[in-house]
């Protein structure tokens, strides 16, 4: 047992090392690059979509998404104005630093403003792994259910913002925000929280007031 | 990397060993036993409590529930009348066929009908790992969205049934059955396939009338 923990822990700090080489790079590039983690379906590519149309082209962005299989999100973040990289897995249930430092080998670092990272649909593993981002984003959403904090604490206690989505769709389903905040509040006190429906729009105006003021408090470029 | 292979084999291998052991006690107790997997917030739960209004007492049924963290799962079983027993993973994103086993030793076989094991919330990774039970049952939903089967290829091609859950939130989500029924019918063909809703009671008929026959179906007790 000892022998397997301590493997785990040279895997980790591998890994650990690698992200801290990926936000040099960001950080000399004056990019801010914020993590999405969530559930299948909680809506990362709609919050992209939404983000880009609000803020491209002035903001230069630029998106890697990562899923087991497919292209669809990187399609679509391409379609809504985004320089995008997709990066498969291969099965792998979450990215880790060295898939984010093959993506950055492809971007156009020194003409970008923000990266967001679409974390694989998962509310366990990617919270493991740094990748040398400069924020995490936990998209929640309303239809998941308000149980989701006490089931996934890693994942909520880890994080630096907390989007919950799909409100548009509380009139429909028993989802008690009081319990779900409630939650939230013991796992990361004070986390800052944005309720919002990337359908509507409703509610997005604070979570874009939020980036903007985080991407203009990045170090400009040299 | 062969040293690696290697490993990974040989961990699949007891793992399926064990499977084989829970599965050959699930037959000598004439137990059908099933595993629910899917997203966070899909409605495992929730099918559950349905499936044991309509058919416990008098079918004797079983929960066992995996979750990284809380017992509320269990909770919500053993309140719907099921013998209920949680483990919590301890930050693990799947059950495996030893947690499965230390379950069963705490359960009275000989006293059930069905056993329902009620994975962790997640599209990848239980997927890789057999437990003993007879069939495998995804529960997705419709807000997740249509276009799950060609993200997450690797649990829709190892599932034996499908259920499409909350189909009461088809008017208010953009989801396409077509599109959706199209990817599973690629990745397996001719899947059984129950779309339904837990909140409304909506098409449960035919998945209670498919679990009914499964259960005759089982070895008759010794």
Not at 84 to 101: P, S
Not at 122 to 150: Q, R
């Amino acid at each position: 047992m000892k022998d397997r923990i301590q493997v785990v822990e040279k895997i980790l700090s591998a890994n650990d090392r690698i992200a801290e080489d990926n936000q040099a790079r960001l950080d000399a590039a004056g990019v801010l690059a914020l993590n999405f983690m969530a559930s299948p379906g909680a809506g990362k590519t709609s919050l992209i979509e939404r983000t880009l149309e609000a803020l491209a082209p002035e903001r230069r962005i630029a998106v890697v998404d990562g899923d087991v299989a497919s292209s669809i999100d990187a399609d679509r973040a391409a379609a809504a104005g985004a320089t995008a990289v997709q990066i498969n897995t291969g099965g792998e249930c979450h990215l880790d630093a060295v898939m984010l430092q093959s993506a950055l080998d492809q971007l156009p670092l020194d003409k970008m403003d923000l990266l967001i990272v679409e974390n694989v649909g998962n509310l366990i593993c990617p919270a493991s792994f740094a990748l040398g981002t400069h924020a995490s984003v936990l998209i929640a959403s309303v239809p998941e259910g308000d149980d989701k904090p006490y089931k996934y604490p890693g994942m909520y206690r880890g994080v630096d913002a907390l989007v919950i989505n799909k409100i548009d769709l509380l009139p429909y389903i028993d989802f008690d925000m009081d319990r779900f905040r409630a939650g939230v509040e013991m796992l990361n006190p004070g986390l800052v929280t944005f309720a919002l429906s990337c359908k509507t729009g409703e509610g997005l105006e604070a979570w874009l007031d939020w980036l903007n003021s985080r991407i203009e408090g990045c170090p400009s470029k040299g």
